[in-house]
């Protein structure tokens, strides 16, 4: 019993020590406790929206800022395209407006078309309004599902983390024009 205790107790105090000595103070590092900044519970969301990428007509959203390395390849490597891309409620262009994918995909690829998509989903819509969740990840355009990482957020999306699948619902490719289906899974408190 008693050296039981005894042990309960040197554990606790060694946790103490941690704490203690884990708390040294930098001048520029502190620890907080996450309640401070209003974190309570981790939560999992599931978004579902379209993703609008208009690059033929009088009014891109997807606009080539570096053209591929060589012109005639089928692959497009080294092309760079900025992005400020409706993301709609439905697959139709004009269903309601709840943000904006802004960034770029580069085509990252010599074997396929294999995008290296850098973006923020900026939403617009009710108390998302402002707030962002951050994607980077490889999009192998001709695959049916692409997944990409969520690495990041702001205002409600905090900490966030998780994942993004895209699957094509429509591609002219007359245009290049896509409506992309993506599907978001994010962490977040
Ligand atoms: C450009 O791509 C075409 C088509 O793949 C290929 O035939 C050609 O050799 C390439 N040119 C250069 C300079 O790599
Ligand atoms: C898209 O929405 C517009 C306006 O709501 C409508 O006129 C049009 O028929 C719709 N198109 C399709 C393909 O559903
Ligand atoms: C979103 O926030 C902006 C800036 O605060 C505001 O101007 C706009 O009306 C808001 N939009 C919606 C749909 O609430
Ligand atoms: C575009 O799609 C049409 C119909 O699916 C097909 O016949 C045509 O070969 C395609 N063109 C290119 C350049 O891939």
């Given at each position: 019993m008693a050296s039981k205790s005894w042990v309960v107790?040197?554990?606790l105090s060694s946790f103490a020590i941690i704490l203690v000595t884990g708390e040294i103070d930098h001048g520029f590092v502190r620890r907080l406790d996450r309640r401070l900044l209003g974190l309570k519970k981790e939560k999992l969301s599931h978004f579902r929206f379209y993703w609008q990428d208009i690059l033929g007509g009088r009014n891109p959203t997807a606009v080539q800022i570096v053209?591929?390395?060589n012109k005639s390849s089928s692959t497009f490597f080294g092309e760079i395209n900025m992005i400020d891309d409706p993301l709609t409620l439905e697959p139709n262009l004009s269903s309601k407006l709840i943000g904006r994918a802004q960034g770029f995909y580069a085509l990252a690829s010599q074997e396929e078309v294999g995008l290296l998509m850098?973006?923020?989903f900026?939403?617009?819509e009710g108390k998302y309004n402002g707030s962002t969740i951050t994607v980077l990840g490889r999009?192998?355009?001709f695959t049916k599902v692409?997944?990409?990482a969520v690495i990041g957020g702001s205002g409600l999306f905090r900490f966030a983390r998780g994942?993004?699948?895209a699957k094509t619902y429509k591609f002219d490719n007359k245009t290049g024009d896509a409506t992309v289906?993506?599907?978001v899974y994010v962490l977040h408190y």
């Amino acid at each position: 019993m008693a050296s039981k205790s005894w042990v309960v107790l040197s554990l606790l105090s060694s946790f103490a020590i941690i704490l203690v000595t884990g708390e040294i103070d930098h001048g520029f590092v502190r620890r907080l406790d996450r309640r401070l900044l209003g974190l309570k519970k981790e939560k999992l969301s599931h978004f579902r929206f379209y993703w609008q990428d208009i690059l033929g007509g009088r009014n891109p959203t997807a606009v080539q800022i570096v053209p591929p390395v060589n012109k005639s390849s089928s692959t497009f490597f080294g092309e760079i395209n900025m992005i400020d891309d409706p993301l709609t409620l439905e697959p139709n262009l004009s269903s309601k407006l709840i943000g904006r994918a802004q960034g770029f995909y580069a085509l990252a690829s010599q074997e396929e078309v294999g995008l290296l998509m850098i973006m923020n989903f900026a939403f617009i819509e009710g108390k998302y309004n402002g707030s962002t969740i951050t994607v980077l990840g490889r999009n192998a355009v001709f695959t049916k599902v692409r997944e990409m990482a969520v690495i990041g957020g702001s205002g409600l999306f905090r900490f966030a983390r998780g994942y993004a699948q895209a699957k094509t619902y429509k591609f002219d490719n007359k245009t290049g024009d896509a409506t992309v289906e993506y599907n978001v899974y994010v962490l977040h408190y």
